[in-house]
């Protein structure tokens, strides 16, 4: 598979692997962080093509849970 990611988006998948596949975090509040937006759609991106999935926390606007996937892995050359 062919893993033609943006190198934000691999620092994301690098994150995630840091914190042993998965990583739970709020990623800020969009009023203080002008990042935000471009992060999401990095996450958007990176969960569309399979390589992490996205849970939400049982509360709304408490964050998600991001968790790498077999593709995920490979993309960080990791098989």
Do not use: C, K, W
Not at 32 to 41: C, G, S, T
Request: charged share 20%; hydrophobic share 40%.
């Amino acid at each position: 598979m062919s893993h033609e990611l943006t190198d934000h988006q691999l620092e994301i998948l690098a994150r995630v692997l840091q914190h042993g596949g998965v990583l739970s975090s709020p990623f800020g509040y969009s009023d203080e962080d002008a990042l935000l937006p471009a992060l999401r759609e990095n996450i958007a991106a990176l969960e569309a093509r399979g390589l992490i999935t996205v849970t939400a926390h049982e509360a709304p606007g408490q964050g998600e849970t991001l968790t790498l996937t077999e593709e995920g892995y490979a993309a960080l050359g990791m098989t």
